[in-house]
T-cell receptor, first 111, second 113 residues
Framework: GENVEQHPSTLSVQEGDSAVIKCTYSDSASNYFPWYKQELGKRPQLIIDIRSNVGEKKDQRIAVTLNKTAKHFSLHITETQPEDSAVYFCAAPWTGNQFYFGTGTSLTVIP | GAGVSQSPRYKVAKRGQDVALRCDPI?????LFWYQQALGQGPEFLTYFQNEAQLDKSGLPSDRFFAERPEGSVSTLKIQRTQKEDSAVYLCASSSRAHQPQHFGDGTRLSIL
């Protein structure tokens, strides 16, 4: 199946700094890459996604970049706030039906 | 409905019992996914439905796991003869069609004693 690797597993930043989380995938046919935020005991929530026909997408403080050649995509959070503290998961499709998730990044924003 | 609804939110069962977990997807969503999430891990794919057709069940860990979506809306994940290793959060997600944003339910936290 799809091999999705996510780094780092934990990340601590000072409030106001930027955070970057990176994922690599193995299936060159993958064409849709979502990012989810999951707070403790809650459902994963889609925060941003990108399709393979674009290289970058932004939504306020959140951006995702995609490098199809290198098969990696990254989540960028700028001007971090304490409420950004959560676990973030990337995902990539496999065979059109399955989605493989990364192992997650626990982000802590220190006030 | 407004979002994906799962029930029960918590389920405790004794080893060997059968359990049934329900998912009510967003109205009109064609695609429905079941995932298993262990503590501290990402969701792991179990199975996928397109309408009432189960197109992929390759992620189901054993033949004790069975899922259905008979009318193309509500889905049930059944686990027979539960084992301790089945303890996890079971998440359901739906999307309008393949490769569209998936919307997750709150999950069912299953504990097998």
């Amino acid at each position: 199946g799809e091999n999705v690797e996510q780094h780092p597993s934990t990340l601590s930043v000072q409030e106001g700094d930027s955070a970057v989380i990176k994922c690599t995938y193995s299936d060159s046919a993958s064409n849709y890459f979502p990012w989810y935020k999951q707070e403790l005991g809650k459902r994963p929530q889609l925060i941003i996604d990108i399709r393979s026909n674009v290289g970058e997408k932004k939504d306020q403080r959140i951006a995702v970049t995609l490098n199809k050649t290198a098969k990696h995509f990254s989540l960028h959070i700028t001007e971090t706030q304490p409420e950004d503290s959560a676990v973030y998961f990337c995902a990539a499709p496999w065979t059109g039906n399955q989605f493989y998730f990364g192992t997650g990044t626990s982000l802590t924003v220190i006030p | 409905g407004a979002g994906v609804s799962q029930s029960p939110r918590y389920k405790v069962a004794k080893r060997g019992q059968d359990v049934a977990l329900r998912c009510d997807p967003i109205s009109g969503h064609v695609s429905l996914f079941w995932y298993q999430q262990a503590l501290g891990q990402g969701p792991e794919f179990l199975t996928y439905f397109q309408n009432e057709a189960q197109l992929d069940k390759s992620g189901l860990p054993s033949d004790r796991f069975f899922a259905e979506r008979p009318e193309g809306s509500v889905s049930t994940l059944k686990i027979q003869r539960t084992q301790k290793e089945d303890s996890a959060v079971y998440l359901c997600a739906s999307s309008s069609r393949a490769h569209q944003p998936q919307h997750f339910g709150d999950g069912t936290r299953l504990s097998i004693l």
